[in-house]
């Protein structure tokens, strides 16, 4: 028996050597540690700009540079989406957090040329329930797709893992959830978004192969309603096309021989 090289595509997402991996990983552990600071800092009265501004002094505390200021022209160093925004909203003073917001706030830094890219989703003090199971929902997805970077599985089949996740916390949560359409992850390393872009649902088995070192920012996005989104006026900030309110999760992970390896961890 012979194997017939060439029949099919063998395409690999883009490996890191374990120094590299090393390096992206002080770049994570710094946006871990800015995105803390953040949801330490939140609370009724705060801003979003000043939750912009505690984020920017970790990183550049750190010895890091915000990867999002001045991306495309994005004027802030995190994304802080408040309730019906699902991605990129821009901190702004004016825009002060009440109690019972849901919030996402999305952080990067390099060092060293090195990405790290994460986001987290918290409430301002107590959440409804319904906004708690939308968050940890959409954390639960992020979770079944980083489970899925194991060598020999391929992209579509982190999609698939991600979806059924959703799938799962519908089940687990009683209602169901908008997986937003036409958003997702990517790969990342000395620039922070790479090829190959990641569904966060679909059939699996197909697109490249995982091999250790291969790195993938993994972000489901969830709604209570659509998953139909509108951007803003601003040209950054993506809302809801219904109203009701999303949560996002996101973790720069690597795949390794001995599993999973997420490279945003504090
Ligand atoms: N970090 C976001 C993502 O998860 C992208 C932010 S774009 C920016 O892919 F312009 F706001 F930086
Ligand atoms: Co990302």
New binding site residues.
Partial sequence: MVSLPGLRSRKVVPQRSAGELDAMAVAGALVAAALAAVNQAAAPGVSTKDLDEIAEAVIRGGGGTP??LG??G?P?SI?SSVNDRV??GIPSAGEKLAPGDLVSI???AIVDGWHG?S?ITFGVGALIPVDAALSAATRESMEAGIAAMIPGNRLSDVSHAIELGTRAAEVRYDRKFGIVAGYG??GIGRQ??MDPFLPNEGAPGRGPVLAPGSVL?I?PMLTLGTVKTVVLDDE?TVVTADGTRAAHW?HTVAVTEDGPRILTAL
Avoid: K, T
């Fill in positions: 990867s999002f991306y495309h994005y802030a994304c991605v990129h999305d952080c990067g890219d986001a992850g990517h922070m978004h920012a972000e950054w996101e």
